[in-house]
Each structure stands twice: as structure tokens, then as C-alpha cells.
């Protein structure tokens, strides 16, 4: 933190005792441990609420960002969901997408067995012309 190596420390310890007195020393260091704890819980308390204002700038910009004036949660899920809008075309109730054999079933299924084992043929208009 201070970059203080080993010999720095054993001299200023030294000193201390020098000046201080090896009586008082325990105390002195007791004194400045606490105003340690003090500076730095300051320090934490100046950090949090420096932290503090700027989420709250965050926040208001985001509010800002989202209170648009054309803002519609339906259409921000929408997006999110299915950008391109091709899921939501599949389900739409298009009356031209019906498919066109909507007969309804019969009970008589061996009518409809001996239909389908018949070869398909022309049932269209018989008067055409051969030519000979």
C-alpha cells in the first residue's frame, strides 16, 4: 500500500520507541489503529455514496431511456421474442390459408375405402371433339 519494506518499518519502529517511550508505545500504537479504523470507515462511507449517486444517475437515465414517449410493453416483448415477426404470422386467422378439403367425415368408412381403391378419372365435360 505504502510500498514500506522491512528495514523502513524497523527504523520507524525505533524511532518510535525513541521518542515515545517503550511505557506509552502500546498505547500510542492502540490511538492510531483507531483513527485508522476511522479514516477508513470514512473512506468507505465517502466510496458507497459516491456509488450510490451514480446508480442513481444510471437509474434516471434507464428511466429516461425506457419513459419514451411511444413506449409500448407489448411491442418491446413482442421484439424481444420474435424479431422478425415470422412466429406470430403462423398463427394468424387468415380465411384465404383454409385448407380447401374441409369435409366433414362420414361414419361410413367402407364408402370411403372403396372410393379411394378407384383409379381417378375425368369427370369433366364429355362433349370434346375427337379428331378422326
Known sequence: MFDIGWSEMVFVAIIAV???????????IA?????VRKIRGMAREFQSG?????R???LDDLKKTVQGDDFNIKKQVEDA??????????????ETKKPADDKPVSSDTTADASESSKPATDTGSTDTKVPS
Open 18 to 28: 525513541l521518542v515515545i517511550g517503550p511505557k506509552d508505545l502500546p498505547r500510542a
Open 31 to 35: 490511538t492510531v489503529g483507531k483513527y
Open 50 to 54: 459516491i456509488d450510490d449517486i451514480a
Open 56 to 58: 442513481d444517475a444510471e
Open 81 to 94: 421474442v420474435d424479431p422478425t415477426g415470422d412466429f406470430g404470422s403462423m398463427f394468424k386467422d387468415d
